[in-house]
């Protein structure tokens, strides 16, 4: 084989390696960013789901005030208070269920006429913490069982079970 020869087999196969290596960190890149949007896709189906069945309890003349009554529980924490928590602590405060305090990350964001705590702060008893991202409630009671040893519950389970 001549030397020039040599050297454009050497590039052209350099140059594949390379338009290989490419191929695939690009495929990476958009394999992650379909997992993401999936990922969101799934969260938006089960909260629309959540809200539909709201809605299908209040269509039954039933409030979510009854499911707290009927199993005891007085006092109640709201963790999470994206729209959900908002519907919730406006649900509850003309029941004579008291929302006694709030968690949630970004407690700056929120105005509301009770405490807001981060999850990482000592929390007072209630009767029962209710989370409200349910989407990711088995991450945030895990993170909650090792600081507390009262009832935790999804806002999906309770909107079932009322």
């Known amino acids: ?33 379909m997992d993401v949007a999936a990922d969101k896709h799934k969260k938006i189906i089960s909260y629309y789901q959540l809200f539909n069945q709201w809605l299908m309890v209040r269509q039954e ?7 707290f009554e009927r199993n005891g529980y007085k006092t109640v924490a709201i963790y999470g208070m994206k729209e959900f928590g908002e519907r919730l602590f406006d649900e509850l405060k003309d029941s004579d269920i008291t929302v006694s305090y709030i968690i949630d990350k970004n407690p700056d964001a929120i105005y509301a006429d009770v405490d807001v705590i981060t999850p990482d702060k000592e929390l007072s008893p209630v009767d029962v913490i209710v989370v409200t991202a349910t989407y990711y409630f088995d991450e945030i009671e895990e993170q909650l069982c090792e600081k507390v040893d009262y009832p935790i519950v999804s806002l999906e389970d309770i909107l079932y079970e009322v």
């Open 1 to 33: 084989m001549k030397k020039g020869a040599g050297k454009m087999v050497t590039s052209l196969i350099g140059g594949i390696a390379g338009a290989m290596a490419g191929g695939a960190a690009v495929s990476s890149v958009y394999l992650k960013k």
């Open 61 to 67: 003349g039933k409030t979510l005030a009854e499911y």
